[in-house]
Every structure is written in structure tokens, then in C-alpha cells.
T-cell receptor, first 116, second 115 residues
Framework: AQKVTQAQTEISVVEKEDVTLDCVYE???????LFWYKQPPSGELVFLIR??????QNEISGRYSWNFQKSTSSFNFTITASQVVDSAVYFC?????????????FGQGTILTVHP | NAGVMQNPRHLVRRRGQEARLRCSPM?????VYWYRQLPEEGLKFMVY????????ESGMPKERFSAEFPKEGPSILRIQQVVRGDSAAYFC?????????????FGPGTRLTVT
């Protein structure tokens, strides 16, 4: 069965600090997708990134970067020079292609608070 | 191309009433997923539908909950005889191609409050 663990329940940083959100996953499928979503206080889910299991290249998008390591089943997310607007709940999610019809399994979420 | 639409955005029901949540997928999308986010919890899968078919309902409570995605019109998540524990945010997501491609586009959610 698929499982996603976000061990950090809450993280608090001061503006301009770098912060890394951890995500560890479990799956038996060889083909799967990993995602990060942001849920700001307004409540909607904002898509940040999708990565398939065959692409282990790290990705950078502005202040955001992602580190995917299959050897440790981790897909960590780093925000560089954090800003107050980054305050939100961040969810990591896994979608298995072969066995579970593509449904997303979410981690419990990490509440990030960035203080001015 | 409009995004995934959900209505109502906020719904208040008294215990025992019925709640109907609607999800209009993006144009051309024929796959819909429903997820529930209980207070202080992550999102949990409920049901996956294709047009006129329920493909996977392994996350749906066995009683009082049902879902449909008719040939015409939005997908409906129906909760009969609501209880306080049903208070949650309900999100739907649509996909153009089904499970093999990993794309799901989320709607803004419906926040159900049961009083």
C-alpha cells in the first residue's frame, strides 16, 4: 500500500531563512508520480510540482527546489530566502500508476510559518 | 479554459439533512476524483469516477455517501443524513487522461459545516 510521511508537523522560520520540508514515501509500484501542493490560509490547493519516478533530476523554480532520491524514497522541498507569503500548509503526495487508479495519497502536511 | 469548478463553496446543513456537492471538471476531462479534508488532517481519497462509472470507491464511507458522474452535467457527491463528523472540506480533481499520466487539477473545494 502506498504511504506518504511528512514527519515535520510544524516549522517556524524568520523571513529570509532557508527551509526544507521533508517527505518520505512508500510504494511497491515502479511507476509513480510525486507531488507537492501548497494550501494557503484561503484553503485552495495550489499545485507546485509533479515528478515521475523515472526522473530523478533535481528541479529548481525560482526560490523553490526539489530533491528526489529514489534510494531513500524521499522527495524533499526547499524554499530559499523564505517570505511571509510562503506561510501555508504544504502537502506531499504520491500517485501509483499501476495499482491504484492514480488516486493521490497525501502526507499529513507541514504547517510552515514565516515570521517577518 | 476554465478550471475545475465546485459549488457551493460553502454549505451549511443541519444534522439529518442532505448535502449535495457539485464538481464540474475542466473541459474535455472525463475523470474525476473526490477527496475529503477533515479538520486538522490531510486529504484523503474518497472515490474515482469516469463518465457514468464508479471505478474506485474504496475511500467512501459505506453508508450515507454516494457519488455519480453522469454523461451530462457535473459530478455529484451526495451525503445523506449528515452528522457533525461530516464537517470538512471536500475537494474534487479532474484529469484528462486517467491514471497513467498523473495529472490532477483541483477545484477550490466545498466547505461543509454541519450544525
Amino acid at each position: 500500500a502506498q504511504k506518504v510521511t511528512q514527519a515535520q508537523t510544524e516549522i517556524s522560520v524568520v523571513e529570509k531563512e532557508d527551509v526544507t520540508l521533508d517527505c518520505v514515501y512508500e510504494t511497491r509500484d515502479t511507476t509513480y508520480y510525486l507531488f507537492w501542493y501548497k494550501q494557503p490560509p484561503s484553503g485552495e490547493l495550489v499545485f507546485l510540482i509533479r515528478r515521475n519516478s523515472f526522473d530523478e533530476q533535481n528541479e529548481i523554480s525560482g526560490r523553490y527546489s526539489w530533491n528526489f532520491q529514489k534510494s531513500t524514497s524521499s522527495f524533499n522541498f526547499t524554499i530559499t530566502a523564505s517570505q511571509v507569503v510562503d506561510s501555508a500548509v504544504y502537502f506531499c503526495a504520491l500517485s501509483e500508476v499501476g495499482t491504484s487508479y492514480g488516486k493521490l495519497t497525501f502526507g499529513q502536511g507541514t504547517i510552515l510559518t514565516v515570521h517577518p | 479554459n476554465a478550471g475545475v469548478m465546485q459549488n457551493p463553496r460553502h454549505l451549511v446543513r443541519r444534522r439529518g439533512q442532505e448535502a449535495r456537492l457539485r464538481c464540474s471538471p475542466m473541459k474535455g476531462h472525463s475523470h474525476v476524483y473526490w477527496y475529503r479534508q477533515l479538520p486538522e488532517e490531510g486529504l484523503k481519497f474518497m472515490v474515482y469516477l469516469q463518465k457514468e462509472n464508479i471505478i474506485d470507491e474504496s475511500g467512501m464511507p459505506k453508508e450515507r455517501f454516494s457519488a455519480e458522474f453522469p454523461k451530462e452535467g457535473p459530478s455529484i457527491l451526495r451525503i445523506q443524513q449528515v452528522v457533525r463528523g461530516d464537517s470538512a472540506a471536500y475537494f474534487c480533481a479532474s484529469s484528462p487522461q486517467g491514471p497513467g499520466f498523473g495529472e490532477q487539477y483541483f477545484g477550490p473545494g466545498t466547505r461543509l459545516t454541519v450544525t
